[in-house]
């Protein structure tokens, strides 16, 4: 005989087919509710992560993960400093930049614009650029050739093509004495367009040009000297922790920054999003924990007569007590199991169902005209997925106490006082 009883009889309700026809229904829509709910959370937060792990790329493409600047005096020997950060632990590509706000456009039609002068073999390193390029090539910027690559947005907005002439206006500030008013004079350049990249975000194809590093070092003044280096580490999430270390190493006057501090706002807008989803989703598992305990409410009241024999028999209320326990978690948990399993399939193969929907109705669920992440990439993180079986079981174990606990307070007397 299977033992302990209070398991075998459980069980053997779970599998009784002489239940109301309203309790089996309530209970397997208790058992569905959970698993849709599961399959939802598992679903939608592989496809969140997976967005946010797209656009992070993409931010990354061209901001670098991390960035150390200082006064100019500290970076007049700016090569001896990249070869001492290229030794600390964990950085694969270091690279000089120039950075600087100016006016770009042709005649009077300007628009604002963040000029960036690097080097591009060594930019190469700590960025993805290459494989963004629309038309030309990074290397087209060579010092002295007065060339610049825009970012798609910009070149829109200008009307630019590969060859045209662009004035980039950047201010000067300057004083005749020191009870003279200030006199703000730009200094003009004029650069050929040698390439166009594009990104798909805004804050880098809409704004950004590259110039080469030396073009753009003379043209601010600064004597060679750079704003400041571009870090890539081997691991992104090692530099919001590493880049601090490695600017206080090198002494007083350099600063640190990284790209979770460069996208904080984004980020933490993520973040909230996916709190406030699972939240919701996690409701539908809640509604079904609350069928569970409607479902064996009234399995209590249909068994109140079994229940009754057994306690005459020596049965104690604990065991009445997991007897309940058991039939609940049993469609609990086969509800999450079964929403783990269809959660991960939808996820891992979300790319191709979707793709196969768009061809089948004719539509794009991601409007390239109107989204800069096109298709739909689920990254199924496996502590996630964890924790929403977990919290989804809890939530059908703790949906089994009350009505357990009214079962096992039944009285044997009054139960079979009527029988």
């Given amino acids: 005989m299977f033992h302990p009883l209070s398991l075998f009889v459980g069980l053997r309700y779970v599998r009784s087919r002489n239940r109301g026809f309203f309790v089996s229904f309530i209970s397997w829509v208790s058992m569905l509710g959970v698993c849709v709910g599961v399959t939802a959370l598992i679903t939608v937060l592989s496809v969140m992560n997976g967005f946010e792990s797209e656009v992070r790329g993409r931010m990354l493409s061209l901001a670098s993960h991390a960035t150390i600047a200082a006064p100019p005096e500290k970076f007049r020997d700016w090569r001896q400093v990249a070869a001492r950060v290229e030794q600390e632990k964990d950085i694969v590509g270091v690279a000089p930049f120039v950075e600087t706000q100016a006016m770009i456009g042709r005649g009077l039609d300007l628009t604002a614009a963040q000029i960036r002068g690097v080097l591009p073999n060594e930019e190469e390193k700590v960025s993805e650029i290459g494989r963004f390029m629309k038309a030309g090539s990074l290397n087209d ?169 057994l306690r005459t028999l020596g049965i104690k209320p604990s065991s009445v007590l997991t007897i309940f326990i058991t039939q609940g978690v049993v469609i609990g948990w086969l509800g999450t199991l079964l929403g783990v399993v269809l959660g991960l399939l939808l996820a891992l193969n979300a790319e191709v169902i979707v793709s196969t929907l768009e061809r089948l109705l004719g539509l794009h669920v991601f409007d390239p005209d109107v989204f800069y992440v096109t298709a739909i990439r689920a990254e199924v993180q496996a502590g996630q997925v964890a924790t929403i079986a977990i919290t989804a079981l809890l939530l059908t174990v703790l949906a089994t106490l009350y009505p357990s606990w009214r079962a096992a307070r039944t009285e044997p007397a009054e139960a079979l006082r009527y029988e």
């Fill in 141 to 309: 910027l060579t010092a002295g050739s007065q060339h610049i690559v825009l970012g798609a947005g910009l070149a829109w907005q200008l009307q630019a093509r590969v060859g045209d002439e662009l004035l980039v206006l950047i201010p000067q500030v300057s004083t005749a004495g020191v009870d003279e008013v200030f006199d703000i004079k730009p200094r003009v350049r004029t650069f050929t367009v040698s390439g166009i990249f594009e990104v798909a975000l805004q804050e880098h194809d809409n704004v950004l040009g590259l110039v080469h590093f030396e073009d753009a070092a003379e043209f601010l003044g600064t004597d060679g000297a750079p704003t400041g280096l571009r870090l890539k580490f081997a691991d992104i999430f090692a530099a919001p922790v590493r880049v601090p270390v490695v600017a206080k190493s090198l002494g007083e006057g350099f600063t640190s920054s990284d790209w979770s501090l460069d996208n904080a706002s984004y980020f933490r807008a993520v973040r909230i999003e996916k709190t406030m989803m699972t939240i919701i989703l996690m409701l539908i598992v809640a509604v079904a924990a609350f069928n569970i305990v409607a479902a064996l409410v009234m399995v209590v009241n249909e068994k109140r007569t079994d229940v009754a024999i």
